[in-house]
């Protein structure tokens, strides 16, 4: 059964150092989501990405944040100078036709920012 | 303010018994998904509802979608141990790329 891949599954670094998490979507989704989730609190949206761009993007999504798409198969999520609260867990997701549409979730990055 | 509310927050049952979940919101939207996450991994999509009333079953669960498409709920039939863990909803509003979910309900049963 197809799945979306995230690669590393935990990833420590310290603040002020840029990350990147990697995503492999199922292949024949068009639609690609990074969502986030700190310890004990809901999910919540950063980032929806079609067509080579970001289609919308929710408050958390500032200037620290940038996604790629840099060939047929990745979709990245770099946090360029990260902070203490960016610690949590990041799931990338991917759908056939956007939000109306069952989206699929990876197992999720843990990124912890020392 | 949380666009998505669930209830109960947290729910412990015996084995056997019936339960449902609420989801429950002002905003209307033009789908509704129904996810279950285990501690340290991702959301696992259970089922989207997408018309006023819809209601689907998949095998013990039931899935309603309230006729004005602005709540949800999630009933269990017979639960089992295997059931535990966090149920959680989601909504994609009209003309949004984007999934608002729910603040989620922790189910516990008891063997």
């Known amino acids: 059964e197809p799945e979306v891949t995230q690669t590393p599954s935990h990833q420590v670094t310290q603040m002020g150092q840029e990350v990147i998490l990697r995503c492999v979507p199922i292949?024949?989704?068009?639609?690609f989501y990074w969502y986030r989730q700190i310890l004990g609190q809901k999910v919540e949206f950063l980032v929806s990405?079609?067509?080579?761009?970001?289609?919308?993007k929710s408050e958390i999504f500032d200037d620290q944040f940038s996604v790629e798409r840099p060939d047929g198969s990745n979709f990245t999520l770099k946090i360029r100078s990260t902070k203490l609260e960016d610690s949590a867990m990041y799931f990338c997701?991917?759908?056939?036709?956007?939000?109306?549409?069952?989206?699929?979730f990876g197992q999720g990055t843990r990124l912890t920012v020392v | 303010t949380q666009l998505l509310e669930q209830s109960p927050q947290f729910l412990s049952i015996q084995e056997g018994e019936n339960l449902t979940v609420y989801c429950n919101s002002s905003s209307v939207f033009s789908s509704l998904q129904w996810y279950r996450q285990e501690p340290g991994e991702g959301p696992v999509l259970l089922v989207t509802?997408?018309?006023?009333?819809e209601v689907k079953k998949l095998k013990r669960l039931t899935f309603q979608f309230g006729d004005a498409r602005k709540d949800s709920s999630l009933h269990i039939t017979a639960a089992q141990p295997g059931d535990t863990g966090l149920y959680l909803c989601a909504g994609a509003l009209t003309g949004a790329n984007n999934l608002f979910f729910g603040t989620g309900t922790r189910l516990t049963v008891i063997p």
């Open positions: 509802v997408v018309t006023g009333g």
């Open positions: 292949s024949n989704h068009l639609y």
């Open positions: 990405f079609y067509n080579n761009e970001i289609s919308e």
């Open positions: 997701a991917s759908s056939r036709q956007g939000a109306n549409t069952e989206a699929f």
